[in-house]
């Protein structure tokens, strides 16, 4: 139903004109990629039909490992065909099963990863400043069959790590981030990726960073590095050995070489979005009812996504009012992350699935708008975003 009503609003969108104001018809989505020069792609594609080398731990694949592990900050890093592949590797060389604590406000993947390993996911409610998992409601979700946690950092701000890994430490529980969001994201000049057991990365078009698709799993030791890697191809150790029920999870050498390319410019795009979220948030202040997240202390920033959050009775009008008028001003918004994924069909049964269970994240999820961030967004589309949001 929602589905359909999107279609139609988008069908009314084209019809609507205004010549006084040509630019007005300038459709800007939430995201939109960052691409490396392609004269500079040509040479890897020669490089790459002249080796005949495709995939399996080519040169390209080899070489983006080292340089992304000096880039993050980490020690060990195993690329994926994409960041879901590596969420559910990441489960399976860790052999979690049973039941897993995780957060219901993210993209539908984190608990999907969970239920491809058969785990039965529990939903616990998010912290009402950082929206992220709330370490004091984990104790209360914990049962027997309880083997892991897995938090999301939600926008890339990160999570209570140490009070995670504490009550992971007490009740001997497995630590995974899904870390989709934080490529680059350092905590008191730490890669956030080096907490917790394992953390998985994607490089999806729309993140950060992106090889198309793509993904990782930064792991902390060789052996655990080792492990994820024959996970990746089958299972395979060698020539002769399987050493688990592996999948085919690989990224292939043109992932790789985009990959290289990209590496070179995430810092200056980084720092091209942190302009639009000042723009965005010295704009929205004084705006009653729109509330938005403000960098944190002693924490590196990406910038990926700038959600705001509309209060109805403070702002005038509701959140879908107003991500229907941008939408009408060819401004396509997006409501991450709405629904909760605890709403959706495959999980909604589950007991703690309830709103009661989730109250912030259920309070959250309706009040979300992510409004266009990256690094190419023109200052003028800036303000012609602000101006929408300021009108009501
Ligand atoms: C994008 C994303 C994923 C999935 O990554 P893909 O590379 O698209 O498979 C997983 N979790 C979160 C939170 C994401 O945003």
Known sequence: ??????????????????????????????????????????????????????????????????????????????????????????????????????????????????????????????????????????????????????PVHIYGNPCDVESLQEISDIYGLKLIYDAAHSFGVKLNNESILNFGDLSILSFHATKIFNTFEGGAVISHDEKTKKRIDYLKNFGFANETTVIAPGINAKMNEMQAAIGLLQLKDVEKNILKRKKIAELYRSAFKNIEGISFLNDVENVHHNYGYFPIFVDKRKYGIGRDELYYKLKKNNIFARRYFYPLISRFQPYRGLESATPENLPVATKIAEQVITIPIYADLEINDVERIIEIIKKK
Request: aromatic share 10%.
């Open 1 to 150: 139903m929602i589905e359909l009503a999107d279609k139609n609003m988008i069908q009314e969108n084209l019809e609507i004109k205004n010549p006084a104001n040509p630019d007005l018809q300038k459709t800007i989505y939430v995201n939109q990629p960052t691409l490396p020069e392609l004269d500079d792609f040509l040479p890897l594609l020669k490089d790459i039909w002249q080796s005949k080398k495709l995939t399996n731990f080519g040169k390209f694949h080899k070489q983006l490992e080292y340089e992304l592990a000096k880039f993050l900050g980490v020690e060990y890093i195993s690329l994926f065909s994409n960041g879901t592949l590596a969420l559910i590797a990441a489960l399976q060389v860790l052999k979690i099963k049973g039941e897993v604590i995780t957060t219901p406000y993210s993209f539908v993947a984190t608990t999907h990863a969970l239920k491809w390993n058969g785990i039965t996911p529990v939903f616990c409610d998010i912290e009402p400043k950082t929206y992220n998992l709330n370490p004091n409601k984990i104790e209360k979700l914990l049962t027997d069959k309880t083997t892991a946690i897995v």
